[in-house]
């Protein structure tokens, strides 16, 4: 009796495995996805081929002024000369340690919240990036305390004002933005109606109009000799502007909490200001990280309006100096890096509260 | 027996600790704070007003302007109002946002759906755009725009020729100008009775469908009829439009149409901005449709297109029209950062140059706020009520 | 919710609270704050522009030093606030600053109704008009059609649709929020001229990518008294920007400068004593030191040499006196005098 033996399976076609088959699947499944990807590929290659070849093969990063440029590539020595003005603006030279300081500060309670420590040193460290960064970097920037000479606020520019902006601007829009959120879910009518008009004005009216008003006209509805630092105008308009939105955005999130969670609280015999604090603001919280990190992301875009109020942020000290004969013809090369910023802050944020959601993420609601 | 002869009636709570009595106190409180800010606030600005000498009130919306706006929708020439140059303003804003609107919307739902495409280049280039252009503020993208198209553009002397009627340069897009002349009316009654056919064909088609189950095609029908009625109209009236082709003279083309390049670039960096976001709710709401929805319909035998069509997007749209409302909002506040490279929208001409000859900031920045805040209301209105007839029904 | 009303209400008392105090002269302001409050023109070569270090340099940032001269003894205490054309006035006017120093025209209407006083004229200015040389025109009158770049909210905007019309021709005004932003649309070719003052134009010119390519055509179609601008309603504060300048000017007339201003103190001519406060009591009657010049010409210097540092011709922007020269050199510059 033969025996049979089954030969050995024989491997599938080189179209149904590795590369070949992950380009069939994904690039060339249908006539018409092959065509697209020729199309999309024939594209990029032309784009980018040259953008890459200018702004890094050609590009001339280091020199000592104009002349060091390659008139086929880009002229980032033009950002290497002017960065101390693009990262502090009009701040003096001989007191750009102090700025240096906060942004170390700055890092050190950032950065870890990145990396795999203890969950109580990343909570001690937010902890004082709220709280003692803050105050620690008015002491050091503005001066004044300590037998530190006092710098101006029309001195501070740059990237380092557009972090100023930013930073306390959401330090304090996030808790006006839950009071009135909380405001306008209350169950008083008046305190309803109140918050109700005050978040649906911001939100209907242009950020550059508020700019206006609060860096030329605020005087005219105050009274006599009342001034605030211009600044601080700038940033109080930022703050309220951007508060209306973060408002809206945590009501999704308390509305989003059922019914029995707050009854349940009331159950408990808890106050008002308990309930909200222990049972509802953090789950309601949580639900709407996305959108707050999505105000927050708008919020630090905003900061560049104040150029057209007259601050040097990074974008309006980066414009001021591309009208400076001495350089011809950096704009392309200014607006990227300005562009290239705030990209990695802002994406940055929107990878951080990605990671946020899922280490929040209890498996509660659906 | 023991038992306690008063009744289990709570106490009365003391006044201060009584819930009702402390909102009505709260609430009290409250409108005197708001009140007392809101007088205070006025008194002071009327009282700085007045001893600084400033005119006040809106006689200034009669006077004249006597200063030249490159762009308007509306007829308008130096001697006309203040007033004038409002309306002018408004209109361009108008036209900027609602262009901005439809254009990031098309695109939007474009890169939304391609961010879901079976093509992995597709999808990942769909995504790069998003991640690139989401990420960058809006007026760096408006200045980069507007510089680029504006260098890359030849001046009007060696503009671009489109077939002697359409030129395209540094001083924008050059159309031809349509010029009616009597008898075209016939041609607008001829579009107007296209579209009422199309409505009543639509809505007879839908209850025909309802009933009988067999379809009419609506679309194909339309598309014929409203180029062909205003055409047949044309034709009968032998040609009552004649055409305003622009031509080169002395330093920029005469005649047409004029697309300034500070709307294209205004234009540009709105929908490319306002879409990177409106595409990322457009795949949000996609993906929320579950997939038995789409095996259902796959089931019943529908061809992927319907699928697409009649299932998934009319779920998808009650998950994306809310902030869908919010991105047309900001597109439409957005618009007055065309300050920043001169389009003549209403914060440029009428809070910048009209302010400034006037000085009368109070007035004028009240009115400006209260356009935006009028826009804002009406887009939310009628978003609304579309959000309302998307809706999920509940029976 | 109740500590917000807390502190909302705490808040308002405070502001109506202040609102009681007595409304304060800018002059006594100026001395509290210790420093002057000065509006500028957000960055235009010879009249106001910060070098790379935030310090300002310019002749409408030296009118500003000059009254931080005589009001506080200190030229250098003054913040700069740079605006645009469209904010200015609000500016002056809410009185979010002191003294608006920025190219800006004295007409009847901003006197009148703005609520503005003018205190005199630091530059006697025309409108102009600035070509691309390869456009080959060299009249403003061959300019029908042709689309001028200029700056929102200036009397500029207004001579030029009046100039237009005037001679019955067409133009597109491109209209920019700053100055810098105008000049950068006529380099980009946005547009065939560009139109503002001539001492500006030369200014801007300075910043074009080649400036040679372009030219300043000889018709000067209106007329652009700029000077300085304060609130109306404090006369004294009025009268102290006024009399600096008036000062500065008397002072070139009678040969005072930064160099000799110490000498001249014991000069016997009574004109330059009354100047320098070495006699009769000027200062005290503005409300100021009676040697408030002194301060003002060794620090600032007069008119003559505010002029040549910052705007004449040996500085980039390279522009003759011309009418600014003194009414004793055929200009028209003629400040009331000293007595």
Same mark, same amino acid.
């Given at each position: 009796?033969?025996?049979?033996?089954?030969?050995?399976?024989?491997?599938?076609?080189?179209?149904?495995?590795?590369?070949?088959?992950?380009?069939?699947?994904?690039?060339?499944?249908?006539?018409?996805?092959?065509?697209?990807?020729?199309?999309?590929?024939?594209?990029?290659?032309?784009?980018?081929?040259?953008?890459?070849?200018?702004?890094?093969?050609?590009?001339?990063?280091?020199?000592?002024?104009?002349?060091?440029?390659?008139?086929?590539?880009?002229?980032?020595?033009?950002?290497?000369?002017?960065?101390?003005?693009?990262?502090?603006?009009?701040?003096?030279?001989?007191?750009?340690?102090?700025?240096?300081?906060?942004?170390?500060?700055?890092?050190?309670?950032?950065?870890?919240?990145?990396?795999?420590?203890?969950?109580?040193?990343?909570?001690?460290?937010?902890?004082?990036?709220?709280?003692?960064?803050?105050?620690?970097?008015?002491?050091?920037?503005?001066?004044?305390?300590?037998?530190?000479?006092?710098?101006?606020?029309? *001195?501070?520019?740059? %990237?380092?004002?557009? &972090?100023?902006? =930013?930073? #306390?601007?959401?330090?304090?829009? $996030? @808790?006006? /933005?839950?009071?009135?959120?909380?405001?306008?879910?209350?169950?008083?009518?008046?305190?309803?109606?109140?918050?109700?008009?005050?978040?649906?004005?911001? *939100?209907?009216?242009? %950020?550059?109009?508020? &700019?206006?008003? =609060?860096? #030329?006209?605020?005087?005219?509805? $105050? @009274?006599? /000799?009342?001034?605030?630092?211009?600044?601080?105008?700038?940033?109080?308009?930022?703050?309220?502007?951007?508060?209306?939105?973060?408002?809206?955005?945590? *009501?999704?999130?308390?509305?989003?909490?059922?019914?029995?969670?707050?009854?349940?609280?009331?159950?408990?015999? $808890?106050?008002?200001?308990?309930?909200?604090?222990?049972?509802?603001?953090?789950?309601?919280?949580?639900?709407?990280?996305?959108?707050?990190?999505?105000?927050?992301?708008?919020?630090?875009?905003?900061?560049?309006?104040?150029?057209?109020?007259?601050?040097?942020?990074?974008?309006?000290?980066?414009?001021?100096?591309?009208?400076?004969?001495?350089?011809?013809?950096?704009?392309?090369?200014?607006?990227?890096?300005?562009?290239?910023?705030?990209?990695?802050?802002?994406?940055?944020?929107?990878?951080?509260?990605?990671?946020?959601?899922?280490?929040?993420?209890?498996?509660?609601?659906? | 027996?023991?038992?306690?002869?008063?009744?289990?009636?709570?106490?009365?709570?003391?006044?201060?600790?009584?819930?009702?009595?402390?909102?009505?106190?709260?609430?009290?409180?409250?409108?005197?704070?708001?009140?007392?800010?809101?007088?205070?606030?006025?008194?002071?600005?009327?009282?700085?007003?007045?001893?600084?000498?400033?005119?006040?009130?809106?006689?200034?919306?009669?006077?004249?302007?006597?200063?030249?706006?490159?762009?308007?929708?509306?007829?308008?020439?130096?001697?006309?109002?203040?007033?004038?140059?409002?309306?002018?303003?408004?209109?361009?804003?108008?036209?900027?946002?609602?262009?901005?609107?439809?254009?990031?919307?098309?695109?939007?739902?474009?890169?939304?759906?391609?961010?879901?495409?079976?093509?992995?280049?597709?999808?990942?280039?769909?995504?790069?755009?998003?991640?690139?252009?989401?990420?960058?503020?809006?007026?760096?993208?408006?200045?980069?725009?507007?510089?680029?198209?504006?260098?890359?553009?030849?001046?009007?002397?060696?503009?671009?020729?489109?077939?002697?009627?359409?030129?395209?340069?540094?001083?924008?897009?050059?159309?031809?100008?349509?010029?009616?002349?009597?008898?075209?009316?016939?041609?607008?009654?001829?579009?107007?009775?296209?579209?009422?056919?199309?409505?009543?064909?639509?809505?007879?088609?839908?209850?025909?469908?309802?009933?009988?189950?067999?379809?009419?095609?609506?679309?194909?029908?339309?598309?014929?009829?409203?180029?062909?009625?205003?055409?047949?109209?044309?034709?009968?009236?032998?040609?009552?439009?004649?055409?305003?082709?622009?031509?080169?003279?002395?330093?920029?083309?005469?005649?047409?149409?004029?697309?300034?390049?500070?709307?294209?670039?205004?234009?540009?960096?709105?929908?490319?901005?306002?879409?990177?976001?409106?595409?990322?709710?457009?795949?949000?709401?996609?993906?929320?449709?579950?997939?038995?929805?789409?095996?259902?319909?796959?089931?019943?035998?529908?061809?992927?297109?319907?699928?697409?069509?009649?299932?998934?997007?009319?779920?998808?749209?009650?998950?994306?029209?809310?902030?869908?409302?919010?991105?047309?909002?900001?597109?439409?506040?957005?618009?007055?950062?065309?300050?920043?490279?001169?389009?003549?929208?209403?914060?440029?001409?009428?809070?910048?140059?009209?302010?400034?000859?006037?000085?009368?900031?109070?007035?004028?920045?009240?009115?400006?706020?209260?356009?935006?805040?009028?826009?804002?209301?009406?887009?939310?209105?009628?978003?609304?009520?579309?959000?309302?007839?998307?809706?999920?029904?509940?029976? | 919710?109740?500590?917000?009303?807390?502190?909302?209400?705490?808040?308002?008392?405070?502001?109506?609270?202040?609102?009681?105090?007595?409304?304060?002269?800018?002059?006594?302001?100026?001395?509290?704050?210790?420093?002057?409050?000065?509006?500028?023109?957000?960055?235009?070569?010879?009249?106001?522009?910060?070098?790379?270090?935030?310090?300002?340099?310019?002749?409408?940032?030296?009118?500003?030093?000059?009254?931080?001269?005589?009001?506080?003894?200190?030229?250098?205490?003054?913040?700069?606030?740079?605006?645009?054309?469209?904010?200015?006035?609000?500016?002056?006017?809410?009185?979010?600053?002191?003294?608006?120093?920025?190219?800006?025209?004295?007409?009847?209407?901003?006197?009148?109704?703005?609520?503005?006083?003018?205190?005199?004229?630091?530059?006697?200015?025309?409108?102009?008009?600035?070509?691309?040389?390869?456009?080959?025109?060299?009249?403003?009158?061959?300019?029908?059609?042709?689309?001028?770049?200029?700056?929102?909210?200036?009397?500029?905007?207004?001579?030029?649709?009046?100039?237009?019309?005037?001679?019955?021709?067409?133009?597109?005004?491109?209209?920019?929020?700053?100055?810098?932003?105008?000049?950068?649309?006529?380099?980009?070719?946005?547009?065939?001229?560009?139109?503002?003052?001539?001492?500006?134009?030369?200014?801007?010119?300075?910043?074009?990518?080649?400036?040679?390519?372009?030219?300043?055509?000889?018709?000067?179609?209106?007329?652009?008294?700029?000077?300085?601008?304060?609130?109306?309603?404090?006369?004294?504060?009025?009268?102290?920007?006024?009399?600096?300048?008036?000062?500065?000017?008397?002072?070139?007339?009678?040969?005072?400068?930064?160099?000799?201003?110490?000498?001249?103190?014991?000069?016997?001519?009574?004109?330059?004593?009354?100047?320098?406060?070495?006699?009769?009591?000027?200062?005290?009657?503005?409300?100021?030191?009676?040697?408030?010049?002194?301060?003002?010409?060794?620090?600032?210097?007069?008119?003559?040499?505010?002029?040549?540092?910052?705007?004449?011709?040996?500085?980039?922007?390279?522009?003759?006196?011309?009418?600014?020269?003194?009414?004793?050199?055929?200009?028209?510059?003629?400040?009331?005098?000293?007595?």
């Amino acid at each position: 009796m033969a025996t049979h033996q089954a030969s050995p399976d024989l491997p599938p076609p080189p179209t149904q495995r590795g590369l070949l088959r992950w380009l069939r699947e994904n690039l060339f499944s249908t006539w018409y996805n092959s065509l697209l990807t020729v199309a999309i590929g024939y594209w990029l290659i032309t784009t980018f081929v040259p953008l890459i070849n200018w702004a890094f093969i050609q590009a001339v990063f280091t020199g000592s002024g104009a002349d060091a440029c390659n008139p086929d590539g880009a002229c980032w020595v033009f950002v290497e000369q002017r960065l101390g003005f693009f990262i502090y603006g009009f701040y003096p030279a001989e007191m750009r340690w102090r700025p240096n300081v906060v942004f170390a500060l700055f890092a050190l309670s950032v950065v870890p919240q990145f990396l795999p420590l203890p969950a109580q040193v990343r909570k001690w460290l937010a902890i004082f990036g709220i709280t003692g960064l803050p105050v620690a970097a008015y002491v050091l920037i503005s001066g004044g305390y300590f037998g530190l000479e006092s710098v101006p606020t029309s *001195r501070w520019g740059g %990237l380092m004002l557009t &972090l100023i902006l =930013a930073y #306390v601007g959401i330090l304090a829009a $996030l @808790p006006i /933005g839950i009071l009135l959120a909380l405001g306008r879910r209350s169950e008083m009518p008046v305190i309803r109606g109140i918050c109700v008009v005050f978040i649906e004005f911001w *939100r209907a009216v242009p %950020l550059i109009t508020i &700019l206006f008003m =609060a860096s #030329v006209m605020l005087p005219l509805f $105050l @009274p006599d /000799g009342v001034t605030f630092d211009k600044l601080l105008r700038a940033l109080v308009g930022i703050t309220l502007f951007q508060s209306a939105y973060m408002a809206e955005v945590v *009501r999704g999130g308390l509305q989003a909490i059922p019914r029995g969670q707050y009854e349940a609280a009331e159950a408990l015999g $808890l106050g008002y200001w308990r309930r909200m604090r222990l049972i509802i603001l953090p789950q309601a919280l949580k639900i709407v990280i996305p959108g707050i990190a999505n105000t927050v992301i708008s919020l630090f875009k905003d900061t560049t309006l104040v150029l057209i109020i007259g601050l040097f942020d990074l974008l309006g000290a980066v414009k001021s100096t591309l009208s400076d004969p001495a350089w011809n013809n950096v704009m392309a090369e200014g607006y990227l890096f300005v562009a290239f910023c705030f990209w990695v802050f802002c994406f940055g944020m929107s990878r951080y509260s990605h990671r946020l959601e899922k280490q929040l993420e209890t498996g509660h609601g659906n | 027996m023991t038992t306690d002869p008063r009744p289990l009636r709570p106490g009365r709570p003391k006044p201060w600790n009584d819930p009702r009595v402390r909102s009505v106190v709260f609430q009290i409180l409250a409108i005197a704070g708001v009140a007392w800010i809101g007088y205070s606030l006025f008194q002071n600005t009327v009282n700085n007003m007045e001893s600084r000498g400033i005119t006040t009130g809106f006689g200034f919306l009669n006077e004249t302007a006597g200063f030249g706006i490159i762009m308007s929708l509306i007829p308008y020439d130096e001697t006309m109002s203040y007033g004038r140059t409002f309306l002018v303003g408004l209109a361009n804003t108008l036209l900027v946002s609602g262009l901005g609107i439809l254009l990031a919307t098309i695109v939007g739902f474009i890169v939304g759906i391609a961010r879901l495409s079976s093509n992995w280049l597709v999808a990942k280039v769909a995504l790069g755009y998003i991640e690139i252009f989401r990420n960058i503020p809006l007026l760096l993208q408006i200045f980069f725009w507007y510089f680029a198209v504006l260098g890359a553009l030849p001046g009007p002397r060696q503009a671009v020729n489109v077939g002697d009627i359409a030129f395209m340069s540094n001083r924008g897009i050059v159309l031809p100008k349509p010029i009616f002349e009597p008898g075209a009316w016939v041609m607008g009654a001829g579009l107007l009775v296209a579209l009422a056919i199309t409505v009543v064909l639509a809505v007879w088609a839908r209850r025909r469908q309802a009933a009988t189950g067999r379809i009419f095609p609506v679309l194909p029908i339309s598309l014929v009829l409203i180029p062909g009625l205003p055409l047949l109209g044309y034709l009968l009236m032998g040609g009552p439009v004649s055409w305003d082709i622009p031509a080169l003279g002395g330093f920029n083309f005469r005649g047409g149409i004029t697309a300034i390049p500070e709307l294209g670039a205004l234009l540009l960096a709105l929908t490319l901005y306002t879409a990177s976001f409106i595409a990322e709710i457009v795949r949000s709401g996609i993906v929320s449709v579950s997939s038995g929805q789409t095996e259902a319909a796959l089931a019943l035998g529908l061809p992927a297109r319907r699928v697409l069509r009649l299932v998934v997007i009319p779920q998808a749209l009650r998950v994306i029209i809310p902030p869908l409302t919010s991105q047309y909002l900001n597109l439409t506040k957005n618009s007055s950062l065309a300050v920043a490279i001169g389009y003549p929208d209403l914060v440029n001409v009428f809070m910048g140059t009209t302010l400034n000859q006037t000085g009368q900031a109070v007035e004028i920045v009240a009115i400006t706020m209260a356009v935006y805040l009028t826009i804002s209301l009406a887009i939310s209105l009628l978003m609304n009520l579309y959000n309302r007839a998307v809706a999920l029904k509940e029976r | 919710m109740k500590k917000t009303i807390i502190t909302m209400g705490l808040a308002a008392t405070g502001l109506l609270a202040l609102g009681g105090q007595a409304q304060a002269s800018t002059l006594e302001d100026v001395r509290d704050a210790g420093q002057l409050r000065c509006g500028v023109s957000n960055g235009l070569p010879g009249f106001s522009q910060p070098d790379s270090d935030g310090n300002w340099a310019g002749l409408d940032v030296d009118t500003c030093r000059a009254v931080a001269a005589a009001v506080l003894g200190d030229a250098d205490a003054v913040e700069f606030i740079p605006l645009t054309a469209a904010e200015r006035f609000t500016a002056l006017q809410s009185g979010e600053i002191d003294v608006l120093s920025r190219n800006t025209t004295w007409t009847t209407t901003r006197d009148a109704s703005l609520g503005l006083n003018f205190t005199g004229t630091n530059y006697y200015d025309g409108q102009g008009f600035l070509v691309k040389e390869a456009l080959g025109v060299d009249s403003a009158y061959d300019l029908d059609g042709a689309a001028v770049c200029t700056q929102a909210g200036t009397t500029t905007e207004l001579n030029l649709a009046d100039f237009f019309r005037a001679n019955d021709m067409d133009y597109e005004a491109v209209v920019f929020d700053t100055s810098e932003g105008s000049a950068q649309g006529f380099d980009n070719n946005r547009c065939d001229i560009l139109t503002s003052d001539t001492s500006q134009l030369a200014a801007l010119r300075t910043q074009l990518s080649d400036p040679d390519s372009a030219v300043i055509l000889p018709e000067v179609i209106s007329k652009e008294p700029l000077g300085p601008v304060v609130r109306q309603g404090d006369d004294e504060w009025f009268n102290v920007v006024k009399w600096v300048l008036f000062g500065q000017i008397n002072a070139e007339e009678y040969g005072v400068d930064s160099s000799n201003v110490e000498e001249m103190t014991d000069s016997n001519n009574p004109n330059v004593q009354r100047i320098l406060g070495a006699d009769g009591n000027m200062g005290e009657i503005l409300g100021l030191d009676d040697d408030f010049m002194v301060e003002v010409i060794s620090e600032v210097g007069n008119y003559g040499e505010m002029f040549n540092r910052n705007v004449g011709p040996d500085t980039p922007v390279g522009l003759s006196r011309g009418v600014n020269a003194l009414w004793t050199d055929g200009g028209i510059l003629y400040a009331p005098p000293f007595r």
